[in-house]
C-alpha cells in the first residue's frame, strides 16, 4: 500500500498500527513552522547547522534541536563532510510530502478548486 497507488481499493483498509504511528510522528514534526522552514530548505541543498541558522533566523542550539527531532522522525538524514555535519531531507518521499502540505495550503488560501 503506497501513496501513489491511487486505486480505491487501498482506502478500503487501514494500514499496519506501526505505519500509522510512524506517519503521525511525521506530521507533528511538520506541524511546527520552523521544523517546516528548515525541512523545506534542506530539501533543495544541505546545509550544516549554523548555515541553517542564518536562513531561518533563529539560535544554532534551537536548529539542532529541530534537526534533532526530524531526525528521529525519519525526515532528515545527515553526513559528515571534515568538521561539518550536512544535513539534507530524507529522500524524494520527504520532498514530495512537504510539497503536497505546501499546495494544499497554497489552495486553501487562495480558494484554488481541488482536482480529483
Not at 550544516?48 to 534537526?67: E, F, K, M
Amino acid at each position: 500500500m503506497y501513496a501513489h497507488d491511487e486505486s480505491v481499493g487501498q482506502w478500503s483498509q487501514l494500514p499496519p498500527d506501526d505505519q500509522v504511528e510512524a506517519a503521525s510522528t511525521a506530521l507533528r514534526m511538520l506541524a511546527d513552522p520552523t521544523r517546516m522552514r528548515m525541512l523545506w530548505l534542506i530539501s533543495g541543498e544541505e546545509y550544516d547547522v549554523a548555515s541553517l541558522a542564518a536562513a531561518v533566523a533563529i539560535a544554532r542550539p534551537a536548529v539542532s534541536q529541530h534537526l534533532a527531532k526530524l531526525k528521529l522522525a525519519g525526515l532528515v538524514t545527515q553526513r559528515r563532510d571534515g568538521r561539518r555535519i550536512l544535513y539534507r531531507a530524507r529522500g524524494g518521499h520527504v520532498r514530495r510530502l512537504l510539497a503536497e502540505v505546501m499546495n494544499a495550503a497554497d489552495h486553501h488560501l487562495h480558494g484554488i478548486p481541488d482536482h480529483d
